[in-house]
C-alpha cells in the first residue's frame, strides 16, 4: 500500500508587494459563493466558469494554480504511468473544458504540478474566469489534458489560492515530471489579479467550510467562500491576527536560494485540556513540550491536520478508546463510534480555538475511520525536515480570511452551525439572494480519495513515469 502522504515542496518562490495599479474594472457587489463538500465533508468545490462553461472546482489553500480538466484527456495510474478508463480519475466528465473562443495558450510554457493525491500536467492559456460572481478576463490559468486519480466525482479541477511561489508554470521543454519542482516561472494567481484589477473589495479570501454528519458522503452543502469580503454567517467580533511567515525550514535548493512567502504559514500553540495530564505521562509527554510553539501552514485541500508527535501521540490516546497508530497508513485508526477528546485547541495571538469532537474524526470509507490529526514526525521528506499542516478540521470552527494586502490571516470563532439547514444549502438560495441550483457530477466514476489522497500543497516526492 503506498504511503498516506509522502511530502515535497514547490519551488522558485516570488513575493508581492502592494499594488499600485488604479482600479479599472466594476468591483463585484457581492463576491461570496457557496461551496458543495464532498469525501464524508473532507473536501470543498465551488463553481466557476471558464470560458463561458460551468465547473465544479476544490477550493485549496495550500496551492495557487486554477487548472480544469480538458476534454478528452487521458487518466494515468498514479504508481505505473498506466492508461486508465477516464472515469477511473474521478472528475465530472459531463463538465470537462472545450477550448472556447476566448482561450489563447500561451507559448513557450507548459503546466505542471504534484499534490498529495497526484499529478497533473497540461498547457498554460489565458481564458475568461468567473468565480463567486467576479469575472477577470483573460486570467492566466492552466488546461490539464493529463492527471491522475484526483477528483471526487463532482469537481473538475482546482482552484488554488495559495501565494504566487506555489504556481506551476514551466518552461515548454522541461516535460518531466520529476522536475516540477524546478525550472518554475512564477505568475500571480487568480485572487492577486482580481484585487489588482480592483475586482474585489479587499486583498483577501475568507471562507467557512460546513460540518457534515460523520456518515455522510456528500455532495452537501459546504458553507462558503468569499473574495474581498466575509462569508454572511454570525461570528466572534474578536479576530486573532497572525501573519504569515517565511518557512525558513524549506532547504534553499527547493526554493532557487529566495526566501518569501510561500504558505499561508505561522507559529502557534497546542493544548490536550486539563483532562489530558495522565495521559501526557503515560506517553512520556510533558505539558511543557505538549504546549511549545510549532510552525504550521494552513490548507483547506487537507482534509487531515498534521502536527507534532508531543501532541498527536497524547491526543490520539484521550480518544475512547484510543487510536491506534498505523505505520502503513501513516494514521491513527479509530473506532467509528469513539469519543473523540473535547479540550484539543490551538492558541493563535491570545485566542483558543478548541475543535470541536465531530470533526475530530475522519471515515474514509463504510469500514474505516481515523483521526483527523496526524503525526507529522512520522511524513519527514527528509531527516531535518518538517512540515505541519492545519487543514479541515480546524477550519470548520472559525472564519478564516487570507490576507495577501497584509500578508497576515485571521480567524475568529463561529457563532452557529453552518449548515444546509442555515444560510444556505447546496439547492437553495444564495447569500446573495439567488439560486445555486447544484447538479451532482459524474458519481459513477467517483473516487474516494480515503486515507491516500491528500490534495493540497504536498505532494509525492518522486513518481516512477513521466507524464
Given at each position: 500500500m503506498p504511503s498516506f502522504i509522502e511530502l515535497t515542496l514547490f519551488s522558485l518562490l516570488l513575493g508581492f508587494g502592494a499594488s499600485t495599479t488604479l482600479p479599472l474594472r466594476r468591483r463585484s457587489t457581492n463576491a461570496t459563493a457557496p461551496m458543495v463538500s464532498t469525501e464524508y465533508g473532507t473536501v470543498f468545490d465551488v463553481e466557476a466558469t471558464i470560458g463561458g462553461q460551468t465547473f465544479q472546482l476544490l477550493v485549496d489553500s495550500g496551492s495557487s494554480d486554477l487548472y480544469v480538466m480538458k476534454t478528452g484527456f487521458s487518466c494515468l495510474d498514479k504508481d505505473t504511468g498506466l492508461q486508465l478508463a477516464e472515469e477511473e480519475c474521478g472528475y465530472d466528465l459531463n463538465r470537462t473544458y472545450n477550448m472556447s473562443d476566448t482561450y489563447k495558450e500561451i507559448p513557450n510554457q507548459i503546466f505542471g504540478i504534484q499534490y498529495g493525491a497526484g499529478i497533473a500536467s497540461g498547457v498554460m492559456a489565458y481564458e475568461d474566469v468567473t468565480v463567486a460572481g467576479v469575472t477577470i478576463p483573460q486570467a492566466r490559468i492552466a488546461v490539464a489534458d493529463k492527471s491522475t486519480p484526483m477528483g471526487d466525482g463532482v469537481n473538475s479541477g482546482l482552484l488554488g489560492l495559495g501565494y504566487p511561489s506555489l504556481t506551476s508554470a514551466h518552461p515548454s521543454n522541461i516535460t518531466d515530471n520529476t522536475t516540477y519542482w524546478f525550472n518554475r516561472l512564477p505568475y500571480k494567481p487568480i485572487l492577486f489579479e482580481m484585487y489588482e484589477q480592483g475586482l474585489i473589495e479587499e486583498p483577501y479570501f475568507a471562507h467557512v467550510l460546513a460540518r457534515s454528519a460523520l456518515n455522510e458522503s456528500g455532495p452537501a452543502f459546504g458553507g462558503y467562500v468569499s473574495l474581498g469580503e466575509l462569508p454572511p454567517v454570525k461570528h466572534d467580533d474578536s479576530w486573532a491576527v497572525a501573519p504569515v511567515e517565511i518557512m525558513n525550514n524549506i532547504p534553499l535548493n527547493f526554493t532557487s536560494n529566495k526566501r518569501t512567502r510561500s504558505y499561508w504559514a505561522t507559529t502557534l500553540t497546542a493544548s490536550l485540556g486539563q483532562n489530558a495530564t495522565h495521559t501526557r505521562a503515560r506517553t512520556?509527554?510533558?505539558?511543557?513540550?505538549?504546549?511549545?510553539?510549532?510552525?504550521?501552514?494552513?490548507?483547506?485541500?487537507?482534509?487531515?491536520?498534521?502536527?507534532?508527535?508531543?501532541?498527536?501521540?497524547?491526543?490520539?490516546?484521550?480518544?475512547?478508546?484510543?487510536?491506534?497508530?498505523?505505520?502503513?497508513?501513516?494514521?491513527?485508526?479509530?473506532?467509528?463510534?469513539?469519543?473523540?477528546?473535547?479540550?484539543?485547541?490551538?492558541?493563535?495571538?491570545?485566542?483558543?480555538?478548541?475543535?470541536?469532537?465531530?470533526?475530530?474524526?475522519?471515515?474514509?470509507?463504510?469500514?474505516?475511520?481515523?483521526?483527523?490529526?496526524g503525526n507529522s514526525d512520522e511524513i519527514r521528506l527528509m531527516e531535518n525536515l518538517q512540515l505541519n499542516i492545519i487543514g479541515v478540521p480546524f477550519l470548520k470552527s472559525v472564519v478564516s480570511v487570507f490576507d495577501i494586502g497584509k500578508n497576515e490571516m485571521r480567524f475568529a470563532r463561529l457563532l452557529e452551525d453552518v449548515s444546509g439547514g442555515g444560510n444556505g444549502t447546496a439547492n437553495g438560495t444564495d447569500a446573495a439572494g439567488g439560486t445555486d441550483e447544484y447538479v451532482p457530477g459524474n458519481d459513477a466514476g467517483r473516487v474516494s480519495l480515503g486515507p491516500l489522497g491528500l490534495i493540497g500543497s504536498i505532494g509525492a516526492l518522486v513518481f516512477a513515469f513521466t507524464l
Amino acid at each position: 500500500m503506498p504511503s498516506f502522504i509522502e511530502l515535497t515542496l514547490f519551488s522558485l518562490l516570488l513575493g508581492f508587494g502592494a499594488s499600485t495599479t488604479l482600479p479599472l474594472r466594476r468591483r463585484s457587489t457581492n463576491a461570496t459563493a457557496p461551496m458543495v463538500s464532498t469525501e464524508y465533508g473532507t473536501v470543498f468545490d465551488v463553481e466557476a466558469t471558464i470560458g463561458g462553461q460551468t465547473f465544479q472546482l476544490l477550493v485549496d489553500s495550500g496551492s495557487s494554480d486554477l487548472y480544469v480538466m480538458k476534454t478528452g484527456f487521458s487518466c494515468l495510474d498514479k504508481d505505473t504511468g498506466l492508461q486508465l478508463a477516464e472515469e477511473e480519475c474521478g472528475y465530472d466528465l459531463n463538465r470537462t473544458y472545450n477550448m472556447s473562443d476566448t482561450y489563447k495558450e500561451i507559448p513557450n510554457q507548459i503546466f505542471g504540478i504534484q499534490y498529495g493525491a497526484g499529478i497533473a500536467s497540461g498547457v498554460m492559456a489565458y481564458e475568461d474566469v468567473t468565480v463567486a460572481g467576479v469575472t477577470i478576463p483573460q486570467a492566466r490559468i492552466a488546461v490539464a489534458d493529463k492527471s491522475t486519480p484526483m477528483g471526487d466525482g463532482v469537481n473538475s479541477g482546482l482552484l488554488g489560492l495559495g501565494y504566487p511561489s506555489l504556481t506551476s508554470a514551466h518552461p515548454s521543454n522541461i516535460t518531466d515530471n520529476t522536475t516540477y519542482w524546478f525550472n518554475r516561472l512564477p505568475y500571480k494567481p487568480i485572487l492577486f489579479e482580481m484585487y489588482e484589477q480592483g475586482l474585489i473589495e479587499e486583498p483577501y479570501f475568507a471562507h467557512v467550510l460546513a460540518r457534515s454528519a460523520l456518515n455522510e458522503s456528500g455532495p452537501a452543502f459546504g458553507g462558503y467562500v468569499s473574495l474581498g469580503e466575509l462569508p454572511p454567517v454570525k461570528h466572534d467580533d474578536s479576530w486573532a491576527v497572525a501573519p504569515v511567515e517565511i518557512m525558513n525550514n524549506i532547504p534553499l535548493n527547493f526554493t532557487s536560494n529566495k526566501r518569501t512567502r510561500s504558505y499561508w504559514a505561522t507559529t502557534l500553540t497546542a493544548s490536550l485540556g486539563q483532562n489530558a495530564t495522565h495521559t501526557r505521562a503515560r506517553t512520556n509527554s510533558s505539558s511543557s513540550s505538549a504546549s511549545a510553539p510549532f510552525q504550521a501552514f494552513f490548507d483547506s485541500g487537507n482534509p487531515l491536520s498534521y502536527i507534532p508527535a508531543r501532541i498527536a501521540d497524547p491526543l490520539n490516546a484521550l480518544f475512547s478508546p484510543p487510536g491506534i497508530y498505523d505505520k502503513t497508513l501513516e494514521a491513527y485508526v479509530v473506532d467509528c463510534n469513539a469519543k473523540a477528546p473535547s479540550t484539543f485547541s490551538f492558541t493563535i495571538d491570545g485566542h483558543v480555538f478548541t475543535h470541536d469532537p465531530a470533526d475530530l474524526i475522519y471515515q474514509t470509507g463504510e469500514d474505516l475511520c481515523i483521526s483527523a490529526i496526524g503525526n507529522s514526525d512520522e511524513i519527514r521528506l527528509m531527516e531535518n525536515l518538517q512540515l505541519n499542516i492545519i487543514g479541515v478540521p480546524f477550519l470548520k470552527s472559525v472564519v478564516s480570511v487570507f490576507d495577501i494586502g497584509k500578508n497576515e490571516m485571521r480567524f475568529a470563532r463561529l457563532l452557529e452551525d453552518v449548515s444546509g439547514g442555515g444560510n444556505g444549502t447546496a439547492n437553495g438560495t444564495d447569500a446573495a439572494g439567488g439560486t445555486d441550483e447544484y447538479v451532482p457530477g459524474n458519481d459513477a466514476g467517483r473516487v474516494s480519495l480515503g486515507p491516500l489522497g491528500l490534495i493540497g500543497s504536498i505532494g509525492a516526492l518522486v513518481f516512477a513515469f513521466t507524464l
